[in-house]
């Protein structure tokens, strides 16, 4: 099934983003910031399946002088360089040699080159390997400038492109707001997908209107991310995977109503059609009633279960006193949608049935007289109550679950702030299992943050150590004036004494700075002047310092939940890293030494098929990092046969 999908976002210095380490990324290649003297090299990077570049008026420029030109051409520390479009391509416009969606990628790149006169880089990539395998997307990265070319053939980029305008120049130059011509551009890929697919004979189509917008009533299910998704395929429940069930069950529920609505009214018609005739007729509607009630049971199943399954996840949830999940707006409406539900089912219920008073203004004057239920319309007829009323209580029960998860939920972290990124945490059934924090980047561009992020912290502490040097110079310059002008006037007979004391005394103030400089020279860049560089790029780009502190988080969530899951695999509770660990050697293989602990069993990669440990004996594994290198070692083992206090105590 065709997905429509379309996001954008700027690529702003304020962030600590580039556009050149940007299209260097997306497209798989090296480019050199000639600003910063920083190569960016992502050639070994895979799934990059196409990358070509559109320009208006066929200007002939490639990325490299492209994107060089885009950072040269802003000043601020917080300028925008580039403006990302993120678009899913249909899986069934990718099928063989892929041509038909690269080139549907490609054409919807130049017409907004056209439109905007600005140069747009596309990348189609292919779908990550842990997400899924139909998430065939492309990034067009557009210059925020308009480029031009003049009459000598010079290229530059010239004012800044509509789509960086602010609302007050767009409203004063007659265009429209930035949300309308976002709009615009979501319904034109929309058109643009449309017309590839109908030309491919698919019958598939996309629509860029939200749910509310095409009048529908069942809501839309939320963007999963690689993260979640291979999460959920190892069998690991995230909050955004039981968000998503949670909507499918209501989604369900909506179109059993509508089904519901559907016989009910044919039910009514059929009454309309029979007035003249008594009302429970051979026609004997209720057993007609309870053939349909047997269907929808049935068909109603499967919602029934995910709504009892929700509320057993929510009575699990109260014992470990854990939230049920994140709930958004949508789960609190969905219990004013279930109660217009009921009582339109009500109405309509009431409709199909006629009263014998309206039985009665039908015939006429003349009361006719009411047939005798048979039995088996009579139970067709309690069935049919029961029924209703059943479903009325298990809606019931659905709303109250779901305003139980809300409560809990703001109870526990706080009233949900509403975020357009939304979370992969994970719902630990057990202690060991790991808490993904919520993702912003993927972990590869959160990695590549990292370490720019740390290259600007060393450059930031280098430059405080300059700073700090040519301060000392500058102080010990006028001493050595000084101390050279006395030496220079020298006296013969009178105040020789006092010169030699000036002189001398110059002379130490100078060589006591002089050592100082010299000293700091050698040692270089210490701890406290990387410390001064993250507190000073803290205060001057708090959100960039943010978001790195963030990525760090999360890359090291990540990676402890591949460590974990690795763990488990091996048949261990957890993989050592920093820290000692106490216990019993109960298993060495190619995998490492197994060894029981007060919290586990710890798998030790280091000892794989070690001679050094006794399997049955009791070992204190020491594993701590040094300050210099940054790298886990592990001391050589040793056996405790007497443990000491600290040692039983649970480590």
Known sequence: MAIYHLSTKPISRSSGRSAVASVAYRAGIAITDERLGKTYDYTKRHGVLWTGLATPNDVKIDRNELWNLAEKSENRSNSRTAREIVINIPHELMQGDQGTGKMLAYEFASQLSSKYQVAVDVAVHAPDKQGDNRNFHAHLLLTTRKIEQDRHGKIKLTDKSQLEMSNTQLKQAGLLSNQDELKEIRKAWADLTNEYLAEHGIDERIDHRSHKDRGLDTLPTVKMGWQATELERNGIRTDVGDKNRDIKAYNASIALRDDIQKQLNQSKDKYHDSEQRPLYSTSRPYEATAGRADSLQQERGGVLQESSQYSRRSENHDTEQQPLHSTS???????????????????????????????????????????????????????????????????????????????????????????????????????????????????????????EYSEKVQATAKQILDNQLKALREKAKPILDKYNTLKDNKPLLFGKKQWEQDTNKTLEQYNAIKNTHDSMKDKGVTDEHTKQAIDQIAKQEPSYHAQVQQAIKDVKAFEQAKLDKLAREHGADKIAQNGIYYGKIIKINDKGAYQQTNDGIVLHPTYANSKSLTLGKNYDLDYRETEKTGQVYSRESYEVSLPTKSQERHR
């Not at 789960?331 to 409709?351: K, P």
């Open 329 to 451: 707006q949508t789960d609190r409406e969905t219990g004013a949608r279930i109660d217009s539900l009921q009582q339109s089912r009500g109405g309509l219920l009431q409709e199909s049935i006629p009263t014998s008073s309206q039985s009665k203004s039908r015939s006429g004057a003349t009361k006719p007289r009411e047939p005798r239920l048979t039995a088996n319309e009579q139970q067709a007829r309690k069935y049919h109550d029961e029924l209703w009323e059943q479903q009325r209580a298990e809606r019931e029960l659905f709303k109250a679950n779901l305003d139980n998860a809300q409560k809990r939920t703001e109870d526990a972290i706080g009233p949900r702030q509403d975020n357009q990124d939304n979370s992969a945490r994970v719902v630990p059934p057990t202690p060991i299992r790991p808490h993904n924090e919520r993702v912003k980047l993927d972990i590869a561009e959160k990695t590549a943050l990292i370490r």
